[in-house]
C-alpha cells in the first residue's frame, strides 16, 4: 500500500529522517512506535508533503508520490490527522467537517457524506451548530477523524490520538480506526501510548533515530521485551551488543 | 437633543469610515501576521489615483473604478507578492521586521504622493450632494447617513461573505489555523492574497469616502492609519465586530468632545481610549483572550 524507500529529510539543516524504509500493507493498522525525537510524526510530514526530502522515495500503491503538496496527497486517498487540537476554533462543527472536503469538486457529494459521518458520529450531530472550540478535548478529536473521512480516504495518517483523551474515548477513537480497517481502510499510526496501540494494531513498527530498527506483527512487538527496554531509555544495538 | 443627535450620526458615519481601515488592517493581521503600519497611507493614496485619472479626462465615477482596480492590484496583490511574500521566505514574517518594512512603505508612499503631486491639499470631489433633511429639528446631513449606509453595508457584505461562502471559512480557517486549512487542502495562500485584495478595496473605499472631508493630502495617512490602528486594538484586533465598534466609537468620541468639551485636544482622544483600554482590558472591547498558538 505505502512504501518508503531510504527516506532522508528534516527542519532546514538537521536531519532527522536518516534513511527511513518500511512497507505497510492494505487495509491493516500499523503503528509506529519509539522514543522521543525518533521522527515518528516527521515521517507523517514526510508522506504529506510537509517536509523536504532531501533524497528517497515514497510509493502510494507502487506509484512515485515523493514530494507532492498536501492537496495532491489528498487527491490520491491520503488523510493526515495530526498531533494536538487541529479544529477551525471559531467555525461550526458542520462547518469543520466541510473543510474536509474543500478540495473535492463535486460539493453536492460532500454534503451527503457529511451526513453520512454525522450518522457514524451521532455527537457531532447534536453538536453540528456548535463552534468547534466548544467541544471538550475528546469530542475535537472525533471531530477531526470524521474530518479526515470525508473524501473517504484510502490511508489514514494518524498522530497520537490519544493524547489529551480519557482510556475509555481512547478506546473509542481505536475501535473507530478498527472499524475502519475492517472497511478496508489503511490506518498508519502514531502512538505514544505503545502498549495499547500495539494492543489494538495489526503492526508494529520501531523507529530509533529515523530509521526502521523493528517492523513486525503489533503482537510479537508487544512480546518482545526489547520493545519495553526502548522505551525505558535503552538503545537496540546496546540491547543486541550485551 | 437635536444637537446630540446630529453631533452622534455624523460621528458614527465618520466612525464607520474609520472601521473600513481599521477591519481591513484586522484581516491581514489575522491572515498573515501581518501588522500593516502603512494602512493609513492606504486610504490617502486611491484618492490621488482617482485625482490623476480625473485628470486624464475620466469621469468621476469611471475614475473611482479605475482607482479602486489600481489599488487593488498595487496596495493589495503587489503589497503581498513584493513585500511581505519575500519578507516570510527569509523567516522574518512574523517578525519586527516586516511591521518596520511596513513604516518604510508608508514613508515612501506618502513621499511619492509629495513628490508627484505636491504637498498642497487638493480638492476632491464629494460622492454626493451636501443636502441636509430637517427630521424633527434635527439637521441631518444626507452624507452622513449615506456614508454609514456605505460603510455598514459593505461590512455587513463582507460578513456574510466571511460566513456564508465556502471561501469565505477556507479563508477563516487560514486565518484561525493555517496549519489544519493546509492539511485539509486548502490554497492557503490564495486565501491570503483574497484578504490582501479585501484590505485595499476597503482602503480604497475609506479612501473615497473620508477623502472629501479632509481633502486629497499627502499626510493624510498618519491620522487615519494610527485612527485604524487604535479602532482594532480597541475593539479587540482579532475580529471584524471588534473592529467595527472600535471605529464607530472613535468616530463619535471624537465628535462628541470636539463639540461638547475641546476642538483642540480631540486628536489625543482616540489615544487616550487606547491607554484606558489597554489598562483596564487589554484584550479589547470585544476581545477574546485567547491565545495564539504558533
Not at chain 1, 515521517?43 to 510537509?50: C, E, N, R
Not at chain 2, 441631518?140 to 449606509?149: A, K, Q
Request: with cysteine; net charge negative; glycine share 10%.
Amino acid at each position: 500500500m505505502l512504501e518508503l524507500k531510504d527516506l532522508y529529510g528534516g527542519y532546514g539543516k538537521i536531519t532527522i529522517l536518516n534513511g527511513t524504509s518500511f512497507k505497510i500493507p492494505k487495509a491493516c493498522i500499523t503503528t509506529v512506535i519509539g522514543p522521543n525525537g525518533a521522527g515518528k510524526s516527521t515521517v507523517f510530514k514526510a508522506i504529506f508533503g510537509l517536509l523536504n526530502i532531501s533524497s528517497g522515495q515514497i510509493l502510494l500503491e507502487g506509484e512515485d508520490v515523493t514530494g507532492l503538496k498536501p492537496k495532491q496527497m489528498i487527491s490520491k486517498g491520503v488523510t493526515y490527522v495530526p498531533q494536538g487540537r487541529n479544529v477551525v476554533p471559531q467555525l461550526s462543527v458542520y462547518h469543520n467537517l466541510e473543510l474536509g472536503g474543500i478540495t473535492a469538486p463535486d460539493q453536492d457529494k460532500v454534503r451527503e457524506r457529511i451526513e453520512q459521518v454525522m450518522d457514524q458520529f451521532p455527537m457531532l450531530r447534536q453538536f453540528r451548530d456548535r463552534k468547534a472550540i466548544e467541544l471538550s478535548g475528546g469530542q475535537q478529536k472525533q471531530l477531526e477523524v470524521a474530518r479526515s473521512l470525508l473524501l473517504d480516504p484510502k490511508l489514514i495518517l494518524i498522530d497520537e490520538p490519544s493524547i489529551g483523551l480519557s482510556p475509555n474515548l481512547v478506546q473509542e477513537v481505536f475501535s473507530t480506526l478498527q472499524r475502519l480497517r475492517d472497511q478496508g481502510v489503511t490506518i498508519l499510526m502514531v502512538e505514544q501510548n505503545a502498549k495499547a496501540a500495539l494492543a489494538m494494531s495489526d503492526y508494529g513498527l520501531v523507529l530509533e533515530l529515523g530509521q526502521t530498527r523493528m517492523h513486525d506483527d503489533a503482537q510479537k512487538l508487544l512480546a518482545d521485551p526489547r520493545v519495553g527496554h526502548l522505551f525505558l531509555g535503552g538503545h537496540l544495538e546496546e540491547e543486541e551488543e550485551a | 437633543m437635536e444637537q446630540f443627535l446630529q453631533v452622534l450620526l455624523s460621528g458614527l458615519a465618520t466612525g464607520s469610515i474609520y472601521a473600513l481601515a481599521a477591519i481591513g488592517f484586522t484581516l491581514v493581521w489575522q491572515a498573515a501576521q501581518t501588522v500593516n503600519f502603512a494602512q493609513g497611507e492606504f486610504v490617502m493614496v486611491p484618492a490621488f489615483f482617482v485625482l490623476v485619472a480625473m485628470n486624464m479626462g475620466m469621469p468621476f465615477w469611471l475614475a473611482m473604478i479605475i482607482a479602486m482596480l489600481v489599488s487593488v492590484f498595487l496596495l493589495g496583490y503587489l503589497f503581498k507578492r513584493a513585500i511581505v511574500e519575500p519578507m516570510q521566505r527569509q523567516g522574518h514574517g512574523n517578525s519586527l521586521s516586516l511591521i518596520i518594512v511596513t513604516m518604510a512603505l508608508a514613508i515612501l508612499l506618502k513621499e511619492s504622493v509629495k513628490e508627484f503631486y505636491g504637498a498642497e491639499a487638493q480638492p476632491y470631489p464629494a460622492l454626493m450632494s451636501s443636502e441636509t433633511w430637517n427630521i424633527g429639528g434635527a439637521i441631518i446631513s444626507v452624507t452622513d447617513v449615506l456614508h454609514l449606509v456605505i460603510s455598514l453595508g459593505v461590512v455587513l457584505l463582507l460578513t456574510l461573505f466571511l460566513d456564508r461562502t465556502r471561501t469565505g471559512r477556507a479563508m477563516q480557517a487560514t486565518a484561525q489555523n493555517p496549519g489544519v486549512a493546509e492539511i485539509l487542502g486548502v490554497d492557503t495562500n490564495r486565501m491570503i492574497l483574497y484578504t490582501f485584495l479585501i484590505n485595499a478595496a476597503l482602503a480604497s473605499l475609506a479612501s473615497f469616502l473620508i477623502t472629501p472631508v479632509y481633502l486629497a493630502k499627502f499626510s493624510n495617512g498618519e491620522y487615519l492609519g494610527l485612527i485604524a490602528f487604535i479602532a482594532a486594538i480597541v475593539g479587540g484586533f482579532n475580529q471584524i465586530r471588534g473592529a467595527l465598534a472600535g471605529g464607530l466609537l472613535i468616530g463619535v468620541l471624537d465628535n462628541m468632545v470636539a463639540t461638547y468639551l475641546t476642538a483642540e485636544y480631540r486628536a489625543a482622544i482616540p489615544l487616550l481610549l487606547l491607554i484606558v483600554v489597554i489598562l483596564f482590558k487589554p484584550e479589547g472591547l470585544l476581545g477574546t483572550s485567547e491565545g495564539r498558538s504558533v
